[in-house]
């Protein structure tokens, strides 16, 4: 069964950091293209990371995040520094197959259910 499950996130202080994980089961992240994307109440799913053969990341976040891949543990880690309380948002990471950075949630076919990330002080 393919599955994908986020763990990582929880109430931070503006300034403070997270490390976001997603693990694979049922399918090797290796050969797929990874994105991490967010919703934040009211507002559209929006695209911050992806990782394939090479990495992407929205204006946003561009500095402050850093997205990886541990083919070992089959999980794509996104690392985020320097939170501000409009990164408040649940934080989903999806996956399609193929080696192309793909920025529409659309693109892909595999979603996990996500986890909360609050910057707040």
């Known amino acids: 069964q393919v599955r994908l499950e986020e763990s990582g996130g929880g109430l931070v202080q503006p300034g403070g950091s997270l490390r976001l994980s997603c693990a694979a089961s049922?399918?090797?992240?290796?050969?797929?293209?990874i994105g991490w994307f967010r919703q934040a109440p009211g507002k559209e799913r929006e695209g911050v990371s992806c990782?394939?053969?090479?990495?992407y990341y929205s204006d946003s976040v561009k500095g402050r995040f850093t997205i990886s891949r541990d083919n070992a543990k089959n999980t794509v880690d996104l690392q985020m520094n320097s939170l501000k309380p409009e990164d408040t948002a649940v934080y989903y990471c999806?996956?399609?197959?193929?080696?192309?950075?793909?920025?529409?949630?659309?693109?892909?076919?595999?979603w996990g259910q996500g986890t909360q990330v609050t910057v707040s002080s």
């Open positions: 049922g399918f090797t992240l290796e050969h797929y293209a």
């Open positions: 999806a996956a399609t197959l193929g080696k192309t950075i793909l920025i529409l949630p659309t693109a892909y076919n595999y």
């Open positions: 990782i394939s053969s090479s990495t």
